[in-house]
C-alpha cells in the first residue's frame, strides 16, 4: 500500500534510506551520505504533504517525494516542457531487502499516475551519474536525460536531470 507519510514515521524513513547509504556504498556508489537525505529534508517533505511510503505486512519499506516544487539547481537545464506544471521525483528509496522485487517500479507508477490524474505536462528527477542502474531504471520507463547538475554536498560527480512527457 502506498500512502502520505507521517511525522512519526520519519525515523523509519531515515533507517531506510541510511541503509541504501551504506548499499550505495559498499558498491562505490557514493551518492547519499551522513548530510542527504537528512530529517530536515524529510520534514520539509511532510510538511508539504510530499513524502509518500510503501507499506508491506504493515512495515514501511520504501518511500517517494512527489513535489511541485523546482530546485534552483534545476533552472539550467532545457526542460522538454514549460516550467509551470510539472512533478519532481526526489529521495525515492527501498530498503536493500527488499530491492530487486518491483517496489521502485509500483513507487515511479504511483508518481506517474498522480501527475496524470492531477494533469500535471511531465516527471522531472535527477539521479546520480555513478548509479548505471538507476539511469536504466529510469531510461527504461521513458524517461530522458537531459543535462546535468551538481549537489557539492553529496558528490563531485554530476547528477543526471530527467523527464518524462506525459
Request: hydrophobic share 35%; glycine share 4%.
Amino acid at each position: 500500500m502506498i500512502r502520505k507519510a507521517t511525522l512519526e514515521e520519519i525515523d523509519k524513513i531515515l533507517h531506510i534510506t541510511r541503509a541504501c547509504a551504506v548499499y550505495m556504498i559498499e558498491k562505490n556508489i557514493y551518492q547519499w551520505n551522513e548530510f542527504y537525505p537528512n530529517k530536515q529534508a524529510f520534514l520539509k517533505d511532510i510538511n508539504r504533504n510530499e513524502l509518500y511510503v510503501l507499506e508491506l505486512e504493515n512495515s514501511i519499506i520504501g518511500c517517494i517525494i512527489i513535489s511541485t516544487f523546482m530546485d534552483e539547481e534545476y533552472i539550467p537545464i532545457s526542460w522538454l516542457t514549460p516550467n509551470t506544471n510539472n512533478i519532481f521525483i526526489h529521495r525515492l528509496a527501498i530498503h536493500p531487502n527488499q530491492q530487486g522485487k518491483g517496489y521502485a517500479q509500483q513507487l515511479m507508477q504511483f508518481a506517474e499516475d498522480f501527475a496524470k490524474k492531477n494533469q500535471y505536462t511531465s516527471v522531472r528527477l535527477d539521479t546520480f551519474s555513478q548509479n548505471s542502474r538507476n539511469q536504466k531504471f529510469y531510461e527504461q520507463r521513458g524517461y530522458k536525460r537531459l543535462g546535468e547538475i551538481f549537489f557539492p554536498k553529496q558528490s563531485q560527480y554530476p547528477f543526471y536531470c530527467y523527464e518524462l512527457v506525459l
